[in-house]
């Protein structure tokens, strides 16, 4: 499918098709290399947050408190 096709889908079509390609790479990102030291960042930050010692926030929250000290 070209950029041009996608244009003239409906919004509801787009967002289907966003949603079909999200479940597809949620599918394989098993399969992906992540650098060691992207792996060990994100296991240190789960390791926080199972600690107590950090939270996570929704985007929502996140966007309010940019900025903020």
């Known amino acids: 499918m070209s950029i041009a ?3 003239k889908l ?3 079509e ?3 098709f966003m949603e079909a390609i999200w ?3 949620r599918d394989h990102v098993d399969g992906l290399d992540v650098p060691k030291a992207h792996r060990d960042l994100l ?3 789960r390791e926080r947050v ?20």
């Open 5 to 7: 096709e996608v244009h």
């Open 43 to 45: 296991d240190s930050r």
């Open 23 to 25: 479940l597809d790479l």
């Open 50 to 69: 199972a600690s107590g010692k950090a939270s996570i926030h929704d985007w929502d929250q996140a966007k309010h408190n940019i900025g903020k000290p």
């Open 10 to 12: 409906t919004l509801r």
């Open 14 to 16: 787009k967002l289907q």
